[in-house]
């Protein structure tokens, strides 16, 4: 595209400007804007494939691990995969019904929970005064009624994109086709590089890997940790349903920073209202304790290999990854926040050296 100005020559001479756009200028803005419709078109499936390459990074590092033991790769990503898919069938046909079983019964129950804290002491006042429990009570039996209708929403938008576009089933096997040909694929990427460029290149995309899988592994390890501490201590002290106060603190755990307290607030609420005052206080406390004792000691151990995130990142992720995929993108949020994260260090390392260089020669202190 250019541009030109012309005068007449008289003192009332008109100035006229003049736009030249060339063909290949409107060619390019023609297919960005067709590309841009493309991509929101497909986005259901670009999502899918996003979801599955995350997941292909994630179990790269195990399946690597195999082949170092002489393993073939598709062996290997067929024994992980595999080992995957058999752990998530026992929970299913072990685990599930009883699981459903225990919400539903705890949901039936809430109601009868709420009406005999009306009746006692300090929640007696406390209803008396704002009407909280007869509220709550209500929003009770309603959840109660339509329990089986919301069910389907539990995994937020991410599971109704998943399920209507592309099933798990085509997700599951997308990520095994993957799985298997993702050295081909990097070996073909690599190759279109300049020799330093992909050597940059490749390690950086084993640092991510290596970054997502700990992130998933380590943040499910820790999610069970925390499930089976709190449904301990809900049998000791008698609250009601363990089982399900366990998978309720378990799930939300895999939030990072934000899960963990609102699966607090969630379980005290039904142990207060069932149980009383004192077994809803001890198991707050015990709740408190873990936090602290998963924040310094356990998370650090587990997650030692991932990429750490400030406390703001990580709130900030997410709630970004929550507003786009639901509750699968809130866990995905952290590991692909990480990831980020090593890509833009590695981006930005040259011009990080030729500053530090800069402030040395100048004498400026260097950044706080």
């Not at 005064?129 to 389907?152: F, Q």
């Not at 755990?253 to 809803?280: E, H, W």
């Not at 707050?284 to 995130?309: D, F, K, S, T, W």
């Not at 507003?323 to 980020?340: D, E, H, K, N």
Request: neutral net charge.
């Amino acid at each position: 595209m250019s541009a030109s100005v012309s005068e007449d020559g008289g003192p009332g001479g008109v100035r006229k400007v003049e736009v030249v756009v060339s063909v290949p200028t409107v060619v390019k803005a023609l297919a960005i804007f067709f590309g841009v419709i493309l991509v929101y078109l497909v986005r259901d499936a670009l999502l899918s494939i996003a979801l599955s390459a995350v997941f292909v990074l994630g179990l790269d590092p195990p399946v690597r691990a195999l082949e170092r033991r002489g393993w073939g790769r598709g062996r290997a990503a067929l024994a992980v995969f595999g080992v995957i898919l058999l752990v998530l069938g026992i929970i299913v046909v072990w685990a599930a019904r009883p699981v459903w079983q225990g919400i539903t019964g705890l949901v039936n129950d809430i109601p009868g929970y709420i009406d005999k804290a009306q009746h006692s002491g300090v929640l007696q006042d406390l209803d008396d005064n704002t009407e909280a429990l007869k509220k709550l009570e209500d929003a009770a039996r309603d959840a109660a009624k339509h329990l089986p209708a919301e069910a389907v929403n539990l995994l937020g938008a991410a599971a109704g994109v998943v399920g209507s576009v592309f099933s798990l089933v085509t997700l599951a096997f997308l990520t095994l086709f993957g799985l298997i040909a993702k050295p081909q694929l990097t070996r073909a990427g690599l190759e279109l590089m300049r020799p330093e460029h992909a050597a940059r290149s490749d390690r950086v995309l084993d640092e991510v890997s290596n970054a997502i899988s700990y992130s998933l592994i380590g943040n499910l390890v820790i999610s069970v940790i925390a499930g089976s501490v709190v449904g301990i201590a809900a049998v000791i002290v008698g609250a009601p349903s363990p089982v399900v106060l366990a998978l309720i603190v378990g799930l939300f755990d895999l939030i990072p920073q934000v899960g963990s307290a609102i699966a607090a607030f969630i379980v005290t609420l039904i142990t207060l209202l069932a149980s009383g005052p004192a077994p809803a206080a001890i198991l707050l406390l015990v709740i408190l304790v873990y936090q602290q004792v998963e924040n310094y000691l356990i998370q650090p151990a587990v997650m030692r290999q991932a990429v750490e995130l400030s406390g703001f990142a990580t709130i900030a992720v997410v709630l970004l990854g929550g507003a786009l995929l639901g509750v699968v993108g809130a866990v995905l949020a952290v590991p692909v926040a990480a990831s980020v994260k090593i890509v833009m260090r590695e981006l930005t390392a040259p011009r990080r050296e030729r500053m530090a260089m800069l402030r040395e020669a100048t004498g400026a202190p260097a950044p706080p």
